[in-house]
């Protein structure tokens, strides 16, 4: 196959496609692994909703197979299926990514296993750690927005004590966040605010959520609820609560995830709006707060 285009870098081939790291891919698609065993990392399928990880993304081979589907092979057959488009237009789909692509060192294989330990949430309690509060302020975020809609969370990995700004999902689990880490405790899933109104804004994370709210004291704030996905993977589980509404306001990244899932949304429905180019120009609506201060 000989299809290329140009980019910032020159002519983009299969061959350097096919060479990116899959599990950077991922990452930037909003996909984390579930666990990891030695070079063999574990997802939720990006195909699908599962609660079970069948995903695998082989490390040193740099391949990946979907156990659920039966199918498997490079980033360019995952792009594929993923987009479900062509490999021409799988080229036009990574000029764009390689203009912002920084590559990640790949990890020397470790002999031992490796397996990512679960996250267990110790107590929750109002927000009152000063660093945590100084993290918060650092992100531009009101400290009365933050107090209102997240936790403290006290939390432990093996042996390890730790404490972050948590945000309940609707399921029990936490996101959590500090200066250090960006992790999230078992069971996943999206957050709702329900006040029965008719529109809603729906956010990827937490702090584009928190942001919002924080622009929002500066203003009269009409009635609507919130989601917050807590990754943008979990769209579709967040569909029957937001087509209830007669508006949704969506607040995605402004990267190739984020598109995707408007492109995709407002395909679906009239209903569903695209409220990004608030913050054109950045990566996403805490970015582009934090420009403003």
């Known amino acids: 196959m000989s299809e290329r285009t140009r980019g910032n870098e ?8 096919k060479e990116l790291d899959i599990v950077d891919y991922l990452l930037e698609l909003g996909f984390q692994p579930n666990k990891i065993r030695n070079v063999d990392h574990w997802y939720l399928s990006p195909f699908r909703n599962e609660r079970t990880a069948s995903f695998k993304v082989n490390r040193n081979l740099n391949r990946w197979y979907d156990h659920g589907v039966g199918r498997g092979g490079n980033l360019v057959d995952f792009a594929v299926m993923f987009y479900q488009c062509t490999v021409r ?11 912002f692509y920084k590559p990640r060192p790949r990890p020397i294989p470790r002999i031992w296993n490796v397996t990512q330990r679960p996250i ?20 531009c975020v009101f400290t009365e927005v933050a107090m209102r809609y997240c936790k403290q969370a006290n939390y432990r990995i093996g042996d390890h004590r730790y404490f972050a700004l948590g945000l309940q999902n609707d399921s029990g689990g936490y996101e959590l966040r500090n200066s250090f880490s960006k992790v999230g405790s078992s069971p996943k899933d999206i957050t709702t605010i329900d006040t029965d109104a008719s529109t809603v804004s729906v956010f990827e ?6 942001s919002y709210k924080t622009i929002m004291t500066q203003t009269v704030e009409a009635p609507e609820n919130h989601v917050i996905l807590n990754s943008v993977s979990m769209f579709e589980r967040a569909r029957p609560f937001l087509e209830r509404h007669d508006h949704i306001n969506l607040y995605f990244d402004r990267d190739l995830a984020g598109f995707r899932c408007t492109s995709s949304a407002m395909a679906i429905s009239e209903k569903y709006n695209d409220a990004s180019g608030l913050y054109e120009g950045f990566k996403d609506l805490n970015e582009w707060l934090i420009s403003s201060f």
């Open 120 to 139: 267990e949430i110790l107590s929750t309690a109002e927000l009152s750690s000063k660093s945590l509060i100084r993290y918060v302020s650092s992100r």
């Open 205 to 210: 994370g937490m702090f584009d959520f928190l």
């Open 10 to 17: 020159g002519l983009i081939t299969l061959a350097q496609i």
């Open 89 to 99: 237009q799988v080229i036009d789909i990574f000029s764009d990514y390689l203009s």
